[in-house]
């Protein structure tokens, strides 16, 4: 019965660290040599919208030769290809050179940092990606991507199967009847298909397995089941509030943070995260002893602060400078306001010390700041300036439904946007609820869990939500902002006609130019270059 299996206590199960599905499709193409009979297609400005349509699933690099962390994911990105090809699953991986002959395509795609990837449906674009650039991980994520985004379960072994079929928490609707909680959880599963498995059940027989006939389940993965926490989380609730459940279930009391699911954790704050040497195959014993105190800490201090663990890549993204080469356990905390504070790699891991550091986090005693800031702005307009010491006061006022650009003062688009933005500012000025708000990331640290790889990034952050902003992907037109915003809040808000001064504004010209001026950051992992040929 599917109830005895989850209530198992489990301390820690070493098999995800064993191969598994994806691991042996890669075996498929283990001969790989790069740059031989590659299976990636080549398209440019003639070619990508004709091609393109041909292709129901189609997974796009768009790339500039010059940038160092494209030329890294090239051969990552043409085993992949290979790996899909060899076993016939139908996507296609498809290359366009942003610096030549696909500028303008590119361009057209909103592709102005590189290497970015999207995920194409019949030459109409769905979604970006943003995950590990792995052959691994390019595989897993097109095979998510395929099928149906919320598998219909039919029999109990199929449901116990399905609850243990994942490294990641799995959700599982229950649902007697079309409600509109059913209908959010199918808006839910697909537009988060690519990091979690979703499932289905209507069968009354497995609904009473379940215990719920309007709600939704979620499932701890196996390895992670302990018997500091129950394997189980179910949601009943509003609908709206959905999301936030789906998110909030993937932290578990210890859960392990990687870049894909960095910001599930990093908007339960305070937060210690852990970084080492996880293995809990090779490494089986000390991961254990690290996670077991971390259990122990967590059941006494969460959720006043939360916990979880990292591999050694999360300790550069999380302290980038020489202490991640220390292969030993580094602790680092990000502070209720996002800022980091990394704690000196002397100090030695123990239980004792470990329970210090978070004794010292609730006591205050932890400074963790901004590494820059410009000093605060006199509001003279519209749009607010925010800096990184008033952000938290500004942007993540609960009572505010909160906008906020983060822009670089050299950015043809983020210029683009100045008059409309400013226009949106108008419109939104008889609705004291509402902040328009934009910070010049250049200048200022971005606090966690917000992130600005490219320019200009934009996200929401709706009133009384503040640890979990929301971010804007859509068209940056007045339309585009007003339809976003109103969509992700649940009051009406309130725009009216802009003022004069902004009807007739006349929008910067971005220049094509040529040539490499772009600059490139970050690690080969999640690095990106920027397209800096679109400046002005």
Same mark, same amino acid.
């Given at each position: 019965m599917l109830l005895r299996l989850v209530c198992?206590?489990?301390?820690?199960?070493?098999?995800?660290?064993?191969?598994?599905?994806?691991?042996?499709?890669?075996?498929?193409?283990?001969?790989?040599?790069?740059?031989?009979?590659?299976?990636?297609?080549?398209?440019?400005?003639?070619?990508?919208?004709?091609?393109?349509?041909?292709? +129901?699933?189609?997974?796009?690099?768009?790339?500039?030769?010059?940038?160092?962390?494209?030329?890294?994911?090239?051969?990552?990105?043409?085993?992949?290809?290979?790996?899909?090809?060899?076993?016939?699953?139908?996507?296609?991986?498809?290359?366009?050179?942003?610096?030549? +002959?696909?500028?303008?395509?590119?361009?057209?795609?909103?592709?102005?940092?590189?290497?970015?990837?999207?995920?194409?449906?019949?030459?109409?674009?769905?979604?970006?990606?943003?995950?590990?650039?792995? +052959?691994?991980?390019?595989?897993?994520?097109?095979?998510?991507?395929?099928?149906?985004?919320?598998?219909?379960?039919?029999?109990?072994?199929?449901?116990?199967?399905?609850?243990?079929?994942?490294?990641?928490?799995?959700?599982?609707?229950?649902?007697?009847?079309?409600? +509109?909680?059913?209908?959010?959880?199918?808006?839910?599963?697909?537009?988060?298909?690519?990091?979690?498995?979703?499932?289905?059940?209507t069968d009354p027989g497995l609904l009473q397995t379940l215990g719920q006939t309007n709600g939704v389940v979620g499932f701890q993965p196996e390895f992670l089941r302990s018997k500091w926490e129950a394997p189980t989380k179910a949601f009943t609730g509003d609908p709206f509030n959905l999301n936030d459940f789906i998110q909030s279930a993937k932290v578990d009391l210890v859960g392990i943070i990687t870049r894909k699911n960095a910001k599930d954790f990093e908007v339960a704050r305070p937060l210690l995260i852990t970084t080492f040497d996880i293995d809990f195959e090779v490494n089986r014993k000390h991961t254990n002893y690290v996670r077991n105190r971390l259990l122990k800490l967590a059941a006494e201090y969460a959720p006043r602060v939360s916990f979880c663990m990292g591999n050694l890549n999360m300790t550069r993204y999380y302290a980038p400078d020489d202490r991640y080469n220390d292969t030993g356990v580094l602790m680092t905390v990000i502070s209720e306001e996002g800022w980091e504070y990394t704690v000196p790699k002397e100090l030695e891991f123990t239980y004792d010390n470990a329970k210090k550091v978070v004794e010292d986090v609730l006591a205050g005693n932890i400074e963790a700041k901004p590494y820059k800031t410009e000093e605060p702005p006199v509001q003279k307009k519209r749009v607010k300036r925010v800096v990184s010491t008033t952000f938290h006061d500004i942007v993540l006022d609960e009572t505010k439904h909160s906008l906020i650009e983060f822009y670089s003062p050299y950015c043809g688009h983020c210029k683009a946007l100045i008059p409309i933005y400013n226009e949106l500012a108008s419109r939104a000025r008889n609705d004291p609820n509402i902040v328009i708000a934009k910070m010049d990331a250049t200048a200022n640290s971005v606090p966690r869990p917000f992130e600005s790889r490219g320019f200009p990034t934009i996200y929401l952050v709706p009133k009384g939500k503040s640890v979990r902003p929301i971010k804007f992907e859509g068209s940056r037109t007045i339309e585009g902002f007003i339809e976003f915003m109103q969509e992700n809040t649940k009051e009406e808000l309130v725009f009216v006609e802009p003022e004069e001064k902004y009807l007739k504004k006349d929008q910067p010209k971005e220049e094509e130019g040529e040539g490499n001026t772009g600059s490139c950051s970050g690690d080969s992992a999640a690095g990106q270059c920027s397209a800096g040929k679109q400046e002005l």
């Amino acid at each position: 019965m599917l109830l005895r299996l989850v209530c198992v206590v489990v301390l820690v199960i070493s098999n995800v660290a064993a191969k598994d599905d994806i691991d042996r499709l890669l075996d498929t193409v283990e001969g790989f040599i790069y740059g031989i009979d590659s299976k990636v297609v080549e398209l440019d400005d003639d070619t990508f919208k004709k091609e393109m349509v041909n292709y +129901p699933t189609a997974f796009v690099e768009f790339v500039a030769p010059w940038c160092p962390h494209c030329k890294r994911l090239t051969p990552d990105f043409e085993r992949a290809a290979k790996v899909v090809h060899t076993n016939d699953i139908p996507v296609t991986f498809v290359k366009v050179n942003c610096d030549g +002959p696909g500028y303008h395509t590119c361009h057209d795609a909103n592709a102005d940092i590189y290497p970015t990837l999207k995920l194409y449906r019949s030459g109409v674009e769905e979604r970006r990606y943003y995950g590990e650039r792995t +052959p691994k991980d390019l595989v897993r994520y097109v095979l998510n991507m395929l099928g149906d985004h919320a598998k219909l379960i039919s029999t109990e072994e199929e449901l116990n199967k399905f609850t243990v079929s994942d490294p990641q928490y799995m959700f599982v609707g229950a649902f007697a009847e079309d409600t +509109p909680l059913k209908k959010e959880f199918l808006k839910q599963a697909e537009a988060l298909r690519e990091f979690n498995k979703f499932a289905i059940v209507t069968d009354p027989g497995l609904l009473q397995t379940l215990g719920q006939t309007n709600g939704v389940v979620g499932f701890q993965p196996e390895f992670l089941r302990s018997k500091w926490e129950a394997p189980t989380k179910a949601f009943t609730g509003d609908p709206f509030n959905l999301n936030d459940f789906i998110q909030s279930a993937k932290v578990d009391l210890v859960g392990i943070i990687t870049r894909k699911n960095a910001k599930d954790f990093e908007v339960a704050r305070p937060l210690l995260i852990t970084t080492f040497d996880i293995d809990f195959e090779v490494n089986r014993k000390h991961t254990n002893y690290v996670r077991n105190r971390l259990l122990k800490l967590a059941a006494e201090y969460a959720p006043r602060v939360s916990f979880c663990m990292g591999n050694l890549n999360m300790t550069r993204y999380y302290a980038p400078d020489d202490r991640y080469n220390d292969t030993g356990v580094l602790m680092t905390v990000i502070s209720e306001e996002g800022w980091e504070y990394t704690v000196p790699k002397e100090l030695e891991f123990t239980y004792d010390n470990a329970k210090k550091v978070v004794e010292d986090v609730l006591a205050g005693n932890i400074e963790a700041k901004p590494y820059k800031t410009e000093e605060p702005p006199v509001q003279k307009k519209r749009v607010k300036r925010v800096v990184s010491t008033t952000f938290h006061d500004i942007v993540l006022d609960e009572t505010k439904h909160s906008l906020i650009e983060f822009y670089s003062p050299y950015c043809g688009h983020c210029k683009a946007l100045i008059p409309i933005y400013n226009e949106l500012a108008s419109r939104a000025r008889n609705d004291p609820n509402i902040v328009i708000a934009k910070m010049d990331a250049t200048a200022n640290s971005v606090p966690r869990p917000f992130e600005s790889r490219g320019f200009p990034t934009i996200y929401l952050v709706p009133k009384g939500k503040s640890v979990r902003p929301i971010k804007f992907e859509g068209s940056r037109t007045i339309e585009g902002f007003i339809e976003f915003m109103q969509e992700n809040t649940k009051e009406e808000l309130v725009f009216v006609e802009p003022e004069e001064k902004y009807l007739k504004k006349d929008q910067p010209k971005e220049e094509e130019g040529e040539g490499n001026t772009g600059s490139c950051s970050g690690d080969s992992a999640a690095g990106q270059c920027s397209a800096g040929k679109q400046e002005l």
